[in-house]
């Protein structure tokens, strides 16, 4: 079971790649990356729909919740959505595939130990170490093997 | 010519590090409206409606104009269009397997899915993406990142 899931993992850190590099040629082929972002989120917007309804069988929830919740929870993640995805899509053609890759998931790492440094956003605190620091080190020299080959 | 060159790819580097900053904090949110809202489902059709919401006013004053020449879709393969599907089953597998696998393992493998593609997608030149051949200090490269991941990981 737990192969198998680690084999789901690999597909569909598969994705990822595979959409950057989809979004881009549409980039080129509608003439606008931004365009481009825009059709890829409204494919996934009405999929999504179609999904809600199958997976929670109604598409409500307690408009209530806008005001017991702060603001930035509604709009946060579908803004810096667009941002990663857009950048990658301008990246890519600039830095190949791969490039694109490390050097987005060295910033996630980066942010990351940020996060868990100081327990934003509620996670629990989780010190910077010195195996984490190696980590990063070597990361930083793995980018800078890729960039320079 | 050759400094200017080393300068954008600085800046282009420089970039793709600040959209991956982004990418947790997107995470941890996302993962706060999922408990507001009480689906995951829901969660990420909101993320992706209010991330298309804002994509118009950002085309609009990119390009000033939102068409495009409708022969592009009669020219182009059909897997041009289906990039948000793969969006998708990223978001939804991560869920998924989330609670399977735990957190290091998740991010382990999604992230050598992602590299072993690249890679394969730049060896091939697939997507129509500039080739650049596989060598041994590339898989180096790739080698010392995922290592790198799983210290940060497993510390």
Redesign the interface.
């Known amino acids: 079971?737990?192969v198998l899931?680690?084999i789901?993992?690999?597909?569909?850190?598969?994705?990822?790649?595979?959409?950057t590099?989809?979004?881009?040629?549409?980039g080129?082929?509608?003439?606008?990356p931004?365009?481009?972002?825009?059709?890829?989120?409204?494919?996934?917007?009405i999929?999504?729909?179609i999904?809600?309804f199958a997976?929670?069988h109604r598409?409500m929830?307690n408009i209530s919740?806008f005001l017991s919740?702060p603001w930035?929870?509604?709009?946060?993640?579908?803004?810096?959505?667009?941002?990663?995805?857009?950048?990658?899509i301008l990246?890519?053609?600039?830095?190949?595939?791969?490039?694109?890759?490390?050097?987005?998931?060295?910033?996630?790492?980066?942010?990351?130990?940020f996060?868990d440094q100081f327990g934003?956003?509620d996670?629990p605190v989780h010190e910077l170490?010195i195996?984490?620091l190696?980590?990063?080190?070597?990361?930083l020299?793995?980018?800078?093997?890729?960039?320079?080959? | 010519m050759k400094k200017k060159e080393s300068f954008y790819a600085i800046l282009f580097l420089l970039w793709g590090l600040a959209a991956g900053m982004v990418s947790p904090v997107q995470t941890a949110i996302n993962a706060k409206l999922r408990v507001a809202v009480g689906s995951p489902v829901m969660a990420t059709l909101i993320s992706f409606f209010v991330g298309s919401l804002v994509l118009v006013p950002v085309t609009l004053i990119m390009n000033r104009k939102l068409t495009f020449e409708l022969q592009v879709i009669r020219k182009s393969p059909w897997w041009l269009w289906i990039g948000g599907v793969l969006g998708i089953i990223f978001v939804i597998s991560n869920i998924l397997l989330l609670p399977a696998l735990g957190s290091e393992l998740t991010v382990v493998a999604i992230i050598c899915g992602q590299m072993v593609i690249a890679m394969l997608i730049d060896h091939f030149g697939w997507f129509g993406v500039a080739r650049h051949k596989i060598n041994w200090q590339r898989i180096a490269g790739l080698v010392l990142l995922i290592a790198g991941v799983i210290l940060i990981q497993r510390f």
């Open positions: 079971m737990i899931s680690l789901g993992g690999f597909l569909a850190g598969m994705a990822v790649p595979v959409q590099s989809i979004n881009s040629r549409l080129r082929e509608v003439g606008s931004y365009l481009a972002s825009l059709i890829s989120m409204s494919v996934g917007t999929i999504l729909i999904l809600v997976a929670d598409i929830f919740m919740h930035w929870i509604w709009v946060g993640g579908g803004v810096l959505g667009i941002t990663y995805l857009t950048s990658n990246l890519l053609p600039r830095l190949g595939a791969a490039l694109t890759v490390v050097v987005t998931v060295l910033g996630q790492t980066i942010m990351a130990i996060i934003w956003f996670v170490n195996p984490r190696i980590g990063v080190a070597g990361m020299f793995g980018v800078y093997l890729m960039r320079k080959f």
